[in-house]
């Protein structure tokens, strides 16, 4: 495989299809996963790449793509798991954002992931709630205590950095909450389908 760090749908489709082995290795929250993924893959949340890091660069049996929403959770990981070692990973451009848009297939848990509610809402979703709701929130009060025009222009300050950087502390601070985490996450059942490429079986 090339040293690619990335790869557009077209590609990754074809790698799939012409790999039995690789590992499709989605980095969302179970809530996100629960909803739609990629067939075959398999639910390993960013928090978790970062607490069992050295296990998975150990047992990762095949070439790694991995996936996110958008790229960005996936691109951590992958700076994560190279400068851990591990060399034969990729991440999906785009992620699930540009899987679907691209009609590719996608398939749902059908029964909620235990710890999660089914049709769970993705953390952009809950970010755009969070961030939209403050701004409301900030600019209603403002009519009462001037000063709180400024949360406004926090939150507006906030997503702009997010933006430039394709990074969001917020979604990162969201991704902690126990509505978006599942309890019941069997890591050793997850590491050893990453083991000798079953991720897809």
């Known amino acids: 495989m090339s040293m690619k760090t ?33 067939p075959g893959a398999v639910n390993l949340p960013l928090d978790q790449v970062d607490a069992h890091l050295r296990r998975i660069v150990a047992d990762a049996g095949g070439t ?18 190279t400068r851990a070692g591990l060399t034969d990973v990729v991440v999906l451009e785009g992620g699930m954002n540009a899987w679907t848009g691209a009609g590719a297939p996608t398939a749902s848990a059908a029964c909620p992931i235990p ?16 961030a939209g709701g403050a701004v409301a929130a900030s600019v209603l009060a403002s009519i009462w205590w001037p ?4 949360i406004a222009g926090f939150v507006g300050a906030g997503l702009t950095f997010a933006a ?15 509505y978006n985490r599942t309890r019941d996450l069997d890591i050793d059942a997850v590491i050893a389908r990453l083991r000798g490429g079953e991720a897809r079986a």
């Open 6 to 38: 990335s790869v557009d749908v077209p590609a990754a489709r074809a790698l799939i299809a012409a790999d039995p082995g690789v590992l499709v290795v989605d980095v969302r929250t179970p809530g996100e996963f629960g909803s739609a993924h990629i």
């Open 115 to 130: 710890g999660t509610r089914a049709q769970s809402w993705g953390l952009e979703r809950q970010v755009r709630l969070v």
């Open 164 to 178: 430039v950087t394709d990074t969001c502390a917020m979604g990162m601070a969201l991704a902690k909450l126990p």
């Open 64 to 81: 790694m793509l991995l996936i996110c929403q958008s790229g960005g959770r996936a691109t951590r990981a992958h700076t994560a798991l």
């Open 147 to 150: 000063p709180a025009r400024f």
